[in-house]
């Protein structure tokens, strides 16, 4: 049998989190702990309520709960391909997702039974009400972000484009992402949505300034000193100097 605390401890340790930043991340999204209580989660003393599990599951990465926990999920078709499989899968997901050929009309469809149980209503069941997507403009920037070797960014080249709820709530703005040292996550051409913000946390994969150039990179954090990884092997990280012009742009979210 799986044991609950072993798999959310080795899917934490697949992340780059340590314990402590799990808790601070379960902290940012509202649900506030420590890293006692991770501990004792991962040792299987005790248990995450659900709302606790749930958010730890969209921290790591754990996106198919039953195959994760219980068994190998029939219903899902990313269950035959392995870890790199499935990031490949969902990378392409993600492009398609940006191309109108393929998204959703920016119209969201529900079942008007729960919309009627909720105004204590029985007629016209089985009928479907359209709702109109909350829609707003962010920019995009027009040069793009190096996953490679390093491009500059001009912070006043951009254009504002219309997006609806295939963008996160919090992303601040866009940017096109130039070569593959971040593949199989994100690849070349792709691009990313971030959250403006000049302050992450050890594994975070951001969007940085390093002495003219801009990066999409995982930030690592040495005890004295700053790194910037790449998923892709073929990439040696990029050190950050005491002599180094740094600057956190902010958080890649999707």
């Known amino acids: 049998m799986i044991k609950i605390g072993e798999t959310l401890a080795a899917h934490r340790k697949r992340k780059g989190l340590s314990q402590v930043e799990a808790a601070k991340e379960l902290t940012k999204a509202g649900i506030t ?8 989660w991962e040792k299987d003393i005790a248990t995450p309520n659900p709302t606790q599990f749930l958010m730890l599951c969209k921290i790591y990465g754990i996106t198919d709960i039953y195959s994760t926990f219980i068994e190998p999920n029939p219903d899902n078709p990313l269950a035959i391909l392995n870890s790199i499989g499935k990031e490949k899968a969902l990378d392409y997901i993600n492009i398609l997702g940006q191309l109108d050929e393929y998204r959703i ?6 079942n008007a039974n729960s919309v009627i149980a909720h105004k204590g209503s029985n007629n016209n069941t089985g009928s479907v009400l359209e709702f109109p997507v909350k829609q707003r403009e962010l920019p995009i920037y027009l040069l793009p972000a190096s996953a490679g070797t ?17 963008v996160p709530e919090k992303a601040s703005f866009g940017i096109r992402l130039n070569g593959n040292s971040m593949e199989p996550r994100y690849m070349n051409g792709q691009i990313v949505w971030v959250y403006r913000t000049a302050e992450l946390f050890d594994g975070d994969i951001g969007i940085f300034y390093l002495d003219g150039q801009a990066y999409c990179k995982k930030l690592h954090k040495k005890k004295d000193s700053i790194e910037l990884l790449s998923f892709n092997p073929d990439y040696s990280p990029i050190k950050v100097t005491e002599s180094s012009e740094f600057k956190i742009f902010g958080r890649v979210i999707s």
Do not use: H
Request: hydrophobic share 30%.
């Open 150 to 166: 390093g491009e500059f960014l001009d912070g006043e080249e951009y254009e504002m484009v219309v997006v609806g709820s295939e």
């Open 105 to 110: 009309s920016e119209t969201a469809v529900i």
């Open 33 to 40: 702990t420590n890293n006692k209580s991770i501990y004792t």
